[in-house]
């Protein structure tokens, strides 16, 4: 069974920094895609960012380049979202996903993966 936990969320101030972690179990982590979403209330889940199996070709949405990074440690099965310079808008449940295939690199494909139960960041202005 897969499982995704993630940390790290939390409160922080506008222009401050956090960094999530996902830790994953259940399956050859090195095989498999992975990915950042968010969600705030009332709206669908909206991609953040995603790594490929080896960690090659990070992918992001346009509204986080140039402020979050997106990594992973195949070693410790564990992928991870650098968060700076964080504004209001950031606020939201972040959610870790796996792809539910391996060697497939579906990006921004919310059906094609598993999830996390999310972990909360807030931005305070």
């Known amino acids: 069974q897969v499982m995704l936990v993630e940390s790290g969320g939390g409160l922080v101030q506008a222009g401050g920094s956090l960094r999530l972690s996902c830790a994953a179990s259940?399956?050859?982590?090195?095989?498999?895609?992975m990915a950042w979403f968010r969600q705030t209330p009332g709206k669908e889940r909206e991609f953040v960012a995603a790594?490929?199996?080896?960690?090659?070709?990070?992918y992001y949405a346009d509204f986080v380049k140039g402020r979050f990074t997106i990594s992973r440690d195949n070693a410790k099965n564990t992928m991870y979202l650098q968060m700076n310079s964080l504004a209001p808008e950031d606020t939201a449940v972040y959610y870790c996903?796996?792809?539910?295939?391996?060697?497939?690199?579906?990006?921004?494909?919310?059906?094609?993966?598993?999830w996390g139960k999310g972990t909360l960041v807030t931005v305070s202005s």
């Open positions: 996903a796996g792809d539910q295939i391996p060697f497939r690199y579906s990006t921004m494909t919310a059906a094609n993966y598993y």
């Open positions: 259940g399956r050859t982590f090195s095989r498999y895609a």
């Open positions: 790594i490929s199996w080896s960690g090659g070709s990070p």
